[in-house]
C-alpha cells in the first residue's frame, strides 16, 4: 500500500514535534515510522521554498541586408548584454528591444 502524501502544514507540525520530542531526527523517524530521507527533503523544501526562474525569449527580426562593414553610432549596455547599432536603425525597434529587456 503506497504511503498517504501529506501537506506542507502537516510536515512543519512533524518538524515542531521532533524539535519539541527533543529526539535526534534518526529517532523520531524511527519511531513515528517515516523515512529518514523523506523527512530531510521535506524539511529542505519548507526552508528554502523553490522560486521558479521566470525566463523569456525575445524574438528579434532582422531586416535582410548585405552586409556592410559601418562603424557603431549607437551603443546600448544592460545587465550584461551589449547591442550596437547603427543610427540608421528603426527607434521604434530598439525601444521594444528596451521595453523587453526590463521585463
Known amino acids: ?8 502544514d502537516q510536515w512543519k507540525t512533524i518538524f515542531d ?15 513515528n515510522n517515516i523515512h529518514l530521507k ?9 526552508a528554502t ?5 521566470k525566463s523569456k525569449l525575445i524574438k528579434v527580426q ?3 541586408q548585405k552586409p556592410t562593414r559601418v562603424a557603431c553610432d549607437i551603443s546600448l549596455r544592460y545587465q550584461g548584454v551589449e547591442v550596437s547599432c547603427h543610427q540608421s ?9 528596451i ?4 521585463q
Do not use: H
Open 1 to 8: 500500500m503506497p504511503a498517504k502524501r501529506r501537506t506542507k
Open 17 to 31: 514535534a521532533q524539535v519539541s520530542s527533543g529526539l535526534k531526527p534518526t529517532a523520531y523517524c524511527e519511531q
Open 38 to 46: 523523506t523527512f530531510y527533503a521535506r524539511r529542505s523544501d519548507i
Open 49 to 53: 521554498p523553490r522560486v521558479p526562474t
Open 62 to 64: 532582422q531586416e535582410k
Open 89 to 97: 536603425t528603426n527607434p521604434s525597434w530598439v525601444a521594444a528591444l
Open 99 to 102: 521595453k523587453e529587456l526590463a
